[in-house]
């Protein structure tokens, strides 16, 4: 499987981006789509999943301005995040994991900058 992800950049704090990772190769159900960060000197973390069965997890940190869906059609994820902060600074990187190969899938990463 591989991912490639895009949509990162540099944004003033309290406005948007989106990021899109497409999926591609072999693809089975069930399966998640997810987003994780990683900033400069702390440990990489989760930031939204969502399920090919429809169900959505989010971080505390980002409930209410953060929202992930996915295109099953084109195995495409998004994460649309508004209202950012300096903290949401970091490299976002989406993951893939299937029930069928147990294998946790990461794509290059997209930095995205919050900052004034």
């Known amino acids: 499987v591989q991912l490639q992800a895009s949509g990162g950049g540099l944004v003033r704090p309290g406005g948007s981006l989106r990021l899109s990772c497409a999926a591609s190769g072999s693809i089975f159900t069930p399966n998640r789509l997810g987003w994780y960060r990683q900033a400069p000197g702390k440990q990489r973390e989760s930031v939204a999943i969502t399920t090919s069965g429809g169900s959505t997890n989010y971080a505390e940190s980002v409930k209410g301005r953060f929202t992930i869906s996915r295109d099953n059609a084109k195995n495409t994820v998004y994460l649309q995040m508004n209202s950012l902060k300096p903290e949401d600074t970091a490299v976002y990187y989406c993951?893939?994991?299937?029930?069928?190969?147990?294998?946790?899938?990461w794509g290059q990463g997209t930095l995205v900058t919050v900052s004034s």
């Open positions: 993951n893939y994991w299937d029930r069928s190969s147990r294998y946790d899938y």
